[in-house]
């Protein structure tokens, strides 16, 4: 599976915000764009589009910044997928040939399967991944 740099960025973005969350303290887009090692000019846009599918709000002013709506528990990576790469788990609607019917309910299970995953997958999961010690052997 091939995974767009936005959906990556998107991803490294609201785990970094699960690790932060409190439910109320915001984290600047710089902070972000820094600990994720993203152009800020690409994160806003980002996050413009997770803020539209209601998975993070903003801040405005001095103390502004981004938080999740939820708590990291209530949010699944396959709402961060659907808000940044929709056409993503979309089956082909086209059945012609004598194949096409068969070729499609392949595609159609695998989807689900993918969309069933992603959907059991928390960013507090994924956040806690994050944050686990490194060791070296």
């Avoid at 995974?3 to 969350?21: D, F, G, N, P, T």
């Avoid at 994160?43 to 413009?48: A, E, G, K, R, S």
């Avoid at 399967?113 to 992603?118: F, G, I, N, Y």
Wanted: proline fraction near 4%; charge should be positive.
């Amino acid at each position: 599976m091939r995974v767009s740099q936005k959906l990556e960025y998107a991803c490294r973005a609201v785990v970094c915000l699960a690790r932060h969350y409190d439910g109320s303290t915001v984290v600047k887009l710089e902070d972000i764009a820094q600990r994720e090692d993203i152009s800020s000019s690409f994160l806003v846009q980002i996050l413009n589009e997770l803020k539209r599918s209601d998975i993070v709000t903003s801040k405005r002013g001095k103390a502004g910044g981004y938080v999740l709506t939820r708590r990291p528990a209530k949010v699944s990576l396959r709402e961060v997928v659907q808000a940044v790469e929709p056409g993503l788990l979309a089956t082909p609607e086209n059945s012609s040939g004598a194949s096409g019917p068969a070729v499609r309910n392949v595609w159609h299970d695998l989807s689900n399967t993918v969309s069933e995953r992603l959907g059991a997958i928390t960013l507090e999961v994924m956040a806690s991944e994050a944050g686990a010690p490194m060791y070296f052997i």
